[in-house]
């Protein structure tokens, strides 16, 4: 059995390499592991950079640093009049990677993407349930049952026909969720009985080849020499996984690493001034959120959760968490896209009144848990600090809270279950571009139980959201999602906390490396100067 490396030990052998081949080796400073390296099944940002946009590709792609749709393993397109098929020509002769547990014998066809698909739905087959308890939120999410048929027409054509017509049809392709894995490496496993390596050693087509994972410390790729884009102009890549943002901000002082992400707010200034570094940032397309498990006693009284938000002071928050680099959030979309319902207003910060809604609604005495994420993300930098203030205000007007959290991953699967306890600290960075990325993802009946962390479905928004999911006229879905956010702000699923602004500190040799507004770090185009 191959030796794995440890961190240091990969970096040495890196360097070496680099001075014998004058290889190229860039150093990324994540944030957190991955939860796994099959992207399909998961939400996390940290697992699509480590998967997704390493190793995978879609049908479609996201350009560079926008929202704008791309030609990817599809070279092309069409839509029917009705908009219920989109039948899609493969590009020729792209190729899985070899590795040194894999060698593809055929490249990428109609089978991978067929069988991509369809193993997220066909709850019969072998892979849907292939890891315990895992599920296709995602899929979920996006397509529901819309998508009635994924067929083969030949080796390099695909049509997907929909129950529906769906305009964020084509960019919901472009999400990670939709990376097209390989078919023969499934089967190869499966007669293996070995399934559960489809989700630690990836296959795909994309700029980097999976080398290896030291678990909670490290993963290493090597640039695709055959992808079908081009070889990458850096040779090697290395996840150096580090979740304490101050460390982090020193290695990259220090030249341990090339590129971080998400420091905190605090160290900011002192990553500005340094003559080495560059510090790019960009308003983020993002929601940070507290949200009541609306199902549960007394938060299913829409008076106990708008008592709660009055009693939370979010400039407060914004000043002593994000240190100015973000701003109270009023709807559960960034003011940054497109149908932001500007004349919504904010419940306001008034404790007292929340006192008399409290007791207007015969709640005295209330104890309750606020779950606190253990990591960083861009729309909070802090939950843990933000949990604390929480609970200074609820103590103010009668409220008792306990703070509680669980590693990342448990976090995130704890808190997607029906039955949670109390109210959790979340947020979302969009994945492509669209209103129904933050409003139906996050709070459709679809969801409840998955990425409606507030369990929350309520018809009249519903059926707002759902419809404009069909609508081709963007001012008429403007409409819609406006006439949503009037909902969510009467109903209150969320205490809306924060809109960040998102930094990307990196060594000044860096170059070729565009902040992604879907929150995304690519390393495809990536260079370091000589």
Known sequence: MKKKLTFAAALLAASVLGGVANAKTLVYCAEASPEGFDPAPYTAGQTFDASSRTVFNRLVEFDHGKTSISPGLA?????????????????????????????????????????????????????????????YQYYNDQFGDNITKVEKVDDLTVKFTLKEPAITFIPTLGMDFASVVSKEYADKLLADKTPELFNQKPIGTGPFIFVDYQTDAAIRYKANPDYWGGKQKIDDLVFAITTDPAVRAQKLKAGECNIMSYPAPADIAGLQADPNLTVAEQEGLNVGALMYNTQQKPFDDVRVRKALNMAINK????????????????????????????????????????????????????????????????????????????????????????????????????????????????????????????????????????????????????????????????????????????IFKEQAPWATLAHSKVFMPMQKTVTGFAMDPLGIHRFDGVDIAE
């Not at 039948?87 to 020729?92: E, G, I, N, V």
């Not at 060698?103 to 109609?110: G, I, K, S, V, W």
């Not at 066909?122 to 890891?131: H, S």
């Not at 996050?442 to 759902?466: M, T, Y």
């Open 75 to 135: 070279e092309s397109w069409t839509i029917s009049d009705d908009g219920k098929e989109y039948t899609f020509k493969l590009r020729k002769g792209v190729k899985f990677a070899p590795t040194d547990y894999f060698t593809p014998t055929r490249d990428l066809d109609a089978d991978d993407v067929v069988f991509s698909f369809v193993r997220q739905v066909d709850k019969t087959g072998p892979w849907f349930q292939y890891i315990p308890g895992i599920a």
């Open 315 to 486: 400039k407060a928050i914004i000043d002593a968490v994000f240190q100015g680099a973000g701003q109270v959030a009023i709807n559960p979309i960034p003011p940054t896209m497109w149908s932001y319902n500007k004349d919504v207003k904010d419940d306001p910060y008034d404790p007292d009144a929340a006192k008399k809604l409290l007791a207007e609604a015969g709640v005295k005495d209330l104890k309750m848990n606020v779950w606190a994420m253990p990591v960083s993300r861009p729309y909070m930098p802090n939950a843990r600090r933000t949990a604390e203030l929480i609970q200074a205000d609820f103590a103010k007007v009668g409220v008792t809270v306990n703070i509680v959290s669980y590693d990342w991953g448990e976090y995130l699967k704890r808190a997607s279950a029906v039955d949670h306890d109390g109210a959790v600290i979340v947020g979302w960075t969009g994945d492509n571009g669209d209103p129904d990325n933050f409003l139906g993802v996050l709070l459709s009946c679809a969801s409840v139980g998955s990425n409606n962390r507030a369990e929350w479905c309520n018809k009249d928004f519903d059926a707002l959201i759902n419809k404009a999911k069909t609508v081709s006229d963007q001012a008429e879905r403007t409409k819609l999602y406006e006439q949503a956010q009037v």
